[in-house]
Antibody, heavy 120, light 110 residues
Framework: EVQLVESGGGLVRPGGSLRLSCAAS????????LNWVRQAPGKGLDWVTS????????YYADSVKGRFTISRDNAKNSLYLQMNSLRVEDTAIYYC?????????????WGQGVQVTVSS | QSALTQPPSASGSPGQSVTISCTGT?????????VSWYQQHPGKAPQLIIY???KRPSGVPGRFSGSKSGSAASLTVTGLQAEDEGHYHC??????????FGGGTKLTVL
């Protein structure tokens, strides 16, 4: 069974940093690209960033470029999101999600999400 | 990377059909057939129900269908059931390895 479990969320002051983790199991981790997708309170989903299966290639939404860094450790079946210079508008539930070329790069599995709150 | 446009709400009675629109541009929905739809129940993670505009993953009921015309995609739910109530989100590939989502539509089964 595919499982994605996020951790590392919490309350942080504006300008602060936080590192999210996503532990994966139930599939061959190093053959899938992975994403972070967030959802602000009462809002729709918002794609944040993705990383290729090898970790060599990374892509970011303009809203987080230069502040967030996605990475992965294929030996540990883990995905990470380093978030720096956090803003109030980064407050959201952050989901890690797998995409697959077999389904047109749709996000076929999601974690349960982790809350990030940026507030003074 | 502007968000796709979805109506904030939609509704229908059990057994009826409802269609939710998702309007993008010639740079996303209009350019690629990589439109997918997700169902989300309160407090839960999204679940994939449609990929590549109109294809259903294994296990998704046939009453869910998708289509696209130009820069607008749509999701149709036929034979509405109480468990279909929730939020529905569309997304499209937007080029350069980026994705854009819609604002989400709350579907109410009356």
């Amino acid at each position: 069974e595919v499982q994605l479990v996020e951790s590392g969320g919490g309350l942080v002051r504006p300008g602060g940093s936080l590192r999210l983790s996503c532990a994966a199991s139930g599939f061959t981790f190093n053959t899938y690209s992975l994403n972070w997708v967030r959802q602000a309170p009462g809002k729709g989903l918002d794609w944040v960033t993705s990383v290729s299966s090898s970790g060599r290639y990374t892509y970011y939404a303009d809203s987080v470029k230069g502040r967030f860094t996605i990475s992965r450790d294929n030996a540990k079946n883990s995905l990470y999101l380093q978030m720096n210079s956090l803003r109030v508008e980064d407050t959201a539930i952050y989901y890690c999600a797998r995409d697959t070329i077999a389904l047109g790069w749709a996000f076929d599995y999601w974690g349960q999400g982790v809350q990030v709150t940026v507030s003074s | 990377q502007s968000a796709l446009t979805q109506p904030p709400s939609a509704s229908g009675s059990p057994g009826q059909s409802v269609t939710i629109s998702c309007t993008g541009t010639s740079s996303d929905v209009g350019a690629y057939n990589f439109v997918s739809w997700y169902q989300q129940h309160p407090g839960k993670a999204p679940q994939l129900i449609i990929y590549e505009v109109s294809k259903r993953p294994s296990g998704v009921p046939g009453r869910f269908s998708g289509s696209k015309s130009g820069s607008a995609a749509s999701l149709t739910v036929t034979g509405l059931q109480a468990e279909d109530e929730g939020h529905y989100h569309c997304t499209s590939y937007a080029g350069s390895n980026t994705w854009v989502f819609g604002g989400g539509t709350k579907l109410t089964v009356l």
